[in-house]
């Protein structure tokens, strides 16, 4: 999955996170862990939005974030 934005703004979204949505992102990101099986990032990004009633913006900054960590984990094993 692409961003379509910085780096830093993707930063600055996972920052107001808990403040916009009253969870943290470790919430989040174990949310999506634990979500259905979804191979797509836009599914992922949609059934976050649908089930949690949250924007696109930070349903995508924590989808990528998720992948992006979940990458990170593989490369270290």
Avoid: F
């Amino acid at each position: 999955m692409s961003l379509m934005y910085s780096a830093e703004t993707h930063q600055n979204l996972l920052a107001r996170i808990p403040s916009v949505t009253g969870r943290e992102l470790s919430a989040w990101l174990r949310a999506v862990e634990d979500g259905p099986s979804l191979h797509r990032a836009e599914e992922r990004i949609d059934w976050l939005r649908r089930t949690y009633d949250i924007s696109y913006g930070y349903a995508k900054a924590i989808v990528h974030e998720h992948d992006l960590r979940r990458a990170a984990a593989r490369m270290s094993q």
